[in-house]
């Protein structure tokens, strides 16, 4: 029987909450995370059209990128439409959970689909960063008592430690030194708890370069493009026909792109400064794009909406799990939602 908790766990082991934002309220929204699945939706948003499939598909569990509550809620009650689609979630007993940010600076996560998207060419750079794991050495004397049984056990529950170490001191006891992202920390030190009430160990920072993690992608094109290319490889790239681009002149061909998805026009300073010569972003006010054009910096206004690709892609993935885990489960990518504005 496959749970709630278990798509979750899978979920935050490739897009770690601690990659999300301060001010981004991600995770579990409404439901239980006992609750067996059978059917999950991927949606990028839960709104009436969202809702109104995962009703008809009879689904137990919506996974969307953008969570459903961003303000804390007063009351709940159905004179208000939003309100009231949590209700019809709660009365049709569908859990909600949402990853944002965190799939945003995720490796292999939402900035990284849409460079690849419009063939920006790797290694690229994050735009910001936004985390970076640091390393701590967990050293652990673990009562033994000389039974092979329980040394067993321990190497069982700690083998999936990046670095891990064993030294058999005597009979009693032995001492297992491991070195683990720092918010690897919490849940090994609850394993070890699991061996003995009062676990001996000794944690120690190691001065050792890690992992960066940031939103936004910056890299150079597989080819040099005109902006007029650009743009119409923007617009088949991302399933868009309409799209706004800064009215300027700009120095051909361009070669160095940077992409961000949402709104990211706060970011565009990064992005000047790492050597773009067109940022791609969604949401650009008309001060924000003067302010743009005023610095030199062209763009590409395609939309928020860029961002459905989160439903093809996280499809694609969590079937991978549904077959590597053994879950079970029928994985239904949203088809029926639509981006909020029509052009004439």
């Known amino acids: 029987m496959t749970k709630v908790e278990d798509i979750i766990q899978k979920i935050e082991h490739f897009a770690p909450p601690y990659l999300a934002e301060d001010w981004d309220p991600i995770g579990l929204s409404i439901g239980n995370r006992q609750q067996k699945v059978n059917k999950m939706l991927v949606a990028l948003d839960l709104d009436a059209n969202t809702l109104k499939e995962a009703k008809a598909k009879e689904v137990d569990f919506i996974f969307t990128h953008h969570p459903a509550i961003f303000s804390s809620l007063k009351t709940l009650n159905e004179e208000d439409p939003r309100r009231k689609e949590y209700i019809e979630l709660i009365r049709a007993n569908i859990s909600l959970y949402s990853a944002h940010t965190n799939v945003d600076a995720a490796e292999n996560g939402m900035n990284d689909w849409l460079a690849e998207a419009i063939g920006l060419k790797r290694p690229y750079e994050a735009i910001t960063f936004s985390h970076q794991d ?53 849940a090994f030190i609850q394993k070890l708890y699991r061996f003995e009430a009062e676990p001996n160990y000794h944690l120690t920072m190691i ?59 706060n970011y565009y300073q990064q992005a000047l400064a790492q050597g773009a010569e067109v940022y791609i972003t969604g949401d650009i006010s008309y001060h924000s794009a003067q ?6 910096l062209a763009f590409i206004d395609p939309g928020h909406f860029i961002e459905h690709i989160f439903v093809e892609q996280m499809t694609a993935r969590l079937n991978e799990w549904n077959e590597s885990e053994n879950w079970g489960i029928e994985i239904i990518p949203a088809s029926q939602q639509e981006d909020v504005f029509t052009f004439s």
């Open 134 to 186: 640091t390393y701590k050495k967990l050293t652990y004397y673990a009562k033994t008592q000389g039974s092979t049984k329980q040394k067993d056990l321990i190497k069982k529950e700690l083998e999936n430690s990046p670095s891990i170490h064993y030294y058999h001191l005597n009979q009693e006891e032995m001492k297992i030194e491991m070195v683990l992202a720092e918010q690897e920390v919490p």
């Open 207 to 265: 001065d050792k370069k890690a992992a960066s993690y940031g939103i936004g992608r910056v890299g150079e094109l597989a080819e040099a493009l005109t902006m007029e290319d650009l743009i119409e490889k923007v617009k088949s790239a991302y399933s868009v026909e309409h799209l706004r681009s800064s009215n300027m002149k700009v120095a051909e061909p361009i070669k160095k792109v940077a992409v961000l998805g949402g709104a990211g026009a």
């Open 291 to 296: 302010d743009m054009m005023r610095d030199g």
